[in-house]
């Protein structure tokens, strides 16, 4: 009979093997033994003037040359923002800009808020572009807003080239609880990630280390009436965007450092089709129509990314810009469908933290937005 040590020991060492094969991803994804990002000198890339408040989701229009930027306040993001568990004065109201900037006259403008009354929370985090074939120089922007009162989807009408973003509608569901980011199908139809099921900071900080799948990506349609759980158990979702001809939906994780594409069947339910692993925690994602290369936003090192998340002011969160193709090198064929590339990175000294990597290969321009640092960045691929 063996001895109570060799049993001991036995499943002692089976719980450390199960450790490891849960851990061992999530370690490398988190950057704790990736080598330290180097400073930007490249020389390419400046701030846009203008901005004073950090912007963390930016969607290029790439027929028109504007990019439309979602930002807030700096002071604010310390009084009330969801995203990074803040919630410290129920006082304060939230009240964030939309900017539209254009690629090649320089000119940025804020854009003026009609039909949304001056009394009602804007507090902006990811959002999404629709353009209905049917109607010329209109897009309808979705938009995550972080109310008081909790968190929704708003819905606007915006003619291209003006200077206006009209409501049409607000989406709340009990289901839309810690939206990231959102992708429309259609003017009544909208995927969203809830990243985190926890909303304090210490819980969701728990939630991650201990990788817990209880982020979603959430389905719906005013067509049907219907809003419903159609991807679930992930660990961090982040952001989330659409091919072309809105077959593929792209999802980012933070948790698990992948690259997440599905298919969109005709009931709206999504299959994974691949898992690419980038082995960097993943924000947001941004699709270039003309080459389908995608841009994902990734930061280097994700304990030290929390700690600057939390007002850590001898920390600097480094990022890298990443590019996902189809691959065309020797290698597809031993099976590896996708090359990535670091297209720029940065130590936290030019500009913490990035959130949201918008390219445009047509204009050779990319822009970095983040949560907290102000300012965008724009940079020349050229």
């Known amino acids: 009979m063996a001895s109570l040590f060799t049993i001991v020991f036995t499943i002692l060492i089976i719980f450390l093997a199960i450790l490891y094969t849960s851990y061992k991803d999530f370690v490398v994804t988190s950057g704790y033994f990736r080598e330290p990002a180097q400073k930007y000198t490249g020389g390419k890339c400046r ?65 003026t808020l009609k039909n949304f009354a001056d009394d009602e929370d804007f507090s902006l985090h990811g959002f999404g572009m629709y353009e209905d074939p049917s109607e010329h120089d209109i897009i309808y922007f979705f938009v995550i807003n972080h109310k008081r009162t909790g968190s929704v989807v708003e819905l606007f009408k915006h003619k291209i080239n003006s200077f206006e973003l009209y409501h049409l509608k607000t989406f709340k569901h009990a289901l839309i609880r810690n939206p990231n980011n959102v992708v429309p199908m259609s003017k009544d139809e909208f995927y969203i990630t809830n990243d985190l099921y926890c909303q304090t900071h210490w819980k969701r900080l728990f939630e991650i280390l201990t990788l817990r799948g209880w982020g979603n990506v959430v389905f719906h349609s005013s067509k049907t009436n219907t809003t419903e759980i159609v991807v679930d158990g992930l660990i961090y979702a982040n952001g ?45 994602v941004n699709v270039d129509p003309v080459t389908g290369e995608i841009y994902l936003a990734a930061v280097n090192n994700l304990l030290k990314t929390f700690r600057y998340l939390t007002g850590s002011k001898d920390v600097k969160s480094a990022f890298s810009a990443i590019k996902v193709s189809n691959n065309t090198g020797d290698d597809r064929f031993y099976g590896i469908k996708y090359s990535k590339k670091i297209l720029f990175e940065d130590d936290g000294t030019f500009f913490g933290m990035i959130s949201v990597a918008a390219g445009d290969s047509v204009r050779n321009v990319m822009f970095f937005g983040s949560p907290l640092t102000p300012g965008v960045v724009r940079c020349e691929m050229n």
């Not at 304060?92 to 854009?111: A, M």
């Not at 001809?245 to 999504?270: A, C, H, M, Q, W």
């Open 47 to 111: 701030k846009l003037e203008g901005i004073e408040g950090p912007c963390e989701d930016i969607k290029i229009h790439h027929t028109s040359g504007l990019a439309y930027l979602a930002c807030g306040d700096e002071e604010g993001r310390t009084q009330w923002w969801p995203p990074t568990a803040v919630r410290n004065n129920y006082s304060y109201q939230p009240r964030d800009t939309f900017y539209v900037y254009n690629i090649e006259t320089n000119k940025l403008t804020p854009l």
């Open 240 to 284: 989330i965007n659409v091919n072309w001809d809105y077959s593929r939906i792209f999802v980012g994780t933070i948790g698990t450092g992948e690259l997440l594409i599905y298919e969109r069947k005709p009931d709206n339910k999504l299959k994974l089709l691949d898992a690419i692993k980038i082995e960097y925690p993943i924000d947001n």
